[in-house]
């Protein structure tokens, strides 16, 4: 496993341990008993509760104080030259010297003419001098940034969550944004862990821009060649001063950030082959939980006397005209979404740890717990918003199943063709406000549809996720200017 992954598996591989007691303990249940336990027993949705603000924010204080002095080692570090000798083409050489001459005059194979005027050489022997920036203060410096990044991220985690769950419950049901039954599956989120944080958010919200501007500091730099060069040489890394950290301003107080960080460092605790196996277990189960989570908190109904077998779920449910099919793919590794209405649509949800992804369905959707894993879909305990996440990818499915667009797939009213007759085809209901609509891509061809709020402006977003910006009304990825990312060729489109 990745170090970064390893770092942030130790922080929250107790968040899952809950979901295969769960099921170990209450298989074969109705969806009643599971709402039931959800609410009163089990919790789909942790935030921790143990965050201390006032530790957070003298520590940031640290790192104010001493970005200045890194923002300088990273325009002009102390680096050493270092000398060799090397035998170039002649329009290459700057320096010549004695040796030179020397070495040309016993080496006739590097000339290219001779005549009664002397000889004309095709290369040099010559000295070139090279930026040696793999100095052990460097090396520090580069240890220290790491340091502070990974501090960043994983508090920045903590804090966008703690946020998250403070302002979700922005009670917009009258503007029809968010789905009606949003609310009923908000609710029992909440009502699983019964904490209020509300009186955190401010507090929050202070420290996690401080946290993003730091960050920002540091990421956009990370290219420069003190930082590039040295960052992995880190490993068995051991403190000591020198003259530079000693008598440099700017080199000292990067020391006595990561002297500080060296002696408050937690102490590593061991994750074995098997603990990581025990979690791989843990997510799993906590996906098969969730995604039933979402299907009925987005339109579709199941037979109330229908038990669920968590081991090998196979599950129907219905809306309208719409059929889902829940269940596992043959390997019991990943979990299989099957949407039909006049066509058929198949997802296939992929957790980070199979090896094997090559199912055959329409679209393959990789999940993961880890913020650091960003290509994939970010599904998490840690996140109020991950049931929104697969339920837009039953709204995919709803919208790709359809060929007829007489049914909104978020609230099952009418829909209405306002496009043209030479224009590609458009939907609005006039009930929730959602619109659909049919594009081609210009660079392959192929055929796609989005989906968007009629009349909506895009207001400020927590968190990197982009969809938020649409309340996850979307089918398609968004910039975070809420322009339409192209599913064929992952590129943005200008009308």
Excluded at 63 to 72: A, D, G
Excluded at 283 to 307: G, M, P, Q, R, V
Excluded at 412 to 427: R, T
């Amino acid at each position: 496993m990745k170090e970064c992954l390893y770092d942030e598996l130790k922080f929250i591989i107790e968040d899952y341990k809950s979901s295969s007691d769960f099921l170990s303990l209450h298989n074969n249940i109705t969806i009643m008993e599971f709402d039931y336990y959800v609410i009163n027993k089990y919790s789909l949705f942790i935030v921790h509760d143990d965050y201390d603000f006032d530790m957070q924010a003298k520590i940031l204080d640290k790192f104010e104080y001493t970005l200045p002095s890194i923002k300088r080692i990273f325009a002009k570090p102390i680096i050493h030259l270092s000398e060799k000798e090397e035998i170039l083409p002649v329009e290459k050489v700057r320096l010549i010297n004695n040796k030179t001459i020397t070495h040309i005059a016993s080496h006739s194979e590097l000339w290219s003419d001779m005549n009664e005027k002397g000889i004309k050489p095709s290369k040099l022997l010559t000295n070139t001098y090279q930026d040696n920036y793999s100095i052990y203060e460097n090396i520090l410096f580069a240890k220290t940034v790491d340091c502070m990044l990974q501090y960043l991220r994983k508090n920045m985690r903590e804090l966008k969550s703690l946020m998250t769950s403070c302002s979700t419950l922005e009670f917009n049901y009258l503007e029809r944004i968010n789905h009606w039954d949003y609310f009923l599956a908000i609710g029992k989120l909440h009502t699983g862990y019964a904490r209020n944080f509300g009186k955190y958010y401010n507090k929050s919200k202070e420290l996690y821009d401080r946290m993003s501007l730091i960050n920002q500091a540091l990421t956009t730099r990370l290219k420069r060649n003190v930082y590039r060069k040295n960052h992995n040489k880190t490993k068995g890394f051991k403190l000591h001063n020198s003259n530079i950290l000693h008598m440099q301003k700017d080199y000292n107080r990067v020391y006595l950030l990561y002297k500080h960080f060296d002696s408050i460092k937690e102490t590593k605790t061991d994750i074995s082959n098997k603990d990581i196996l025990e979690f791989n277990k843990d997510y799993f189960s906590y996906l098969k939980l969730l995604s039933i989570f979402a299907i009925e908190h987005f339109n579709f109904t199941i037979d109330e006397n229908i038990k669920i077998d968590f081991d090998n779920l196979s599950l129907e449910f219905t809306y309208l005209k719409w059929k889902l099919k829940l269940g596992l793919t043959k390997d019991k590794q990943s979990i299989y979404i099957t949407i039909s209405k006049n066509k058929v649509f198949k997802a296939v949800i992929v957790p980070y740890f199979v090896t094997e992804k090559d199912y055959k369905a329409d679209e393959i959707i990789i999940v993961s717990p880890f913020t650091n894993l960003q290509e994939y879909e970010y599904i998490s305990v840690n996140d109020v918003d991950s049931f929104r996440r697969i339920e837009r990818i039953l709204s995919r499915g709803m919208v790709y199943s359809d060929n007829e667009f007489d049914t909104c797939f978020f609230c099952g009213e009418k829909l209405k063709l306002i496009s043209n007759d030479d224009e590609k085809s458009e939907y609005l209901c006039s009930s929730c406000h959602t619109v659909i609509k049919e594009n081609v891509c210009p660079v392959k061809g192929l055929s796609y549809y989005t989906t968007s709020i009629y009349g909506y402006k895009i207001r400020d977003q927590i968190g990197d996720d982009t969809s938020s910006l649409l309340h996850y009304r979307n089918i398609t990825n968004i910039t975070k200017d809420g322009e339409i990312i192209c599913p064929c060729c992952n590129k943005v489109h200008n009308d």
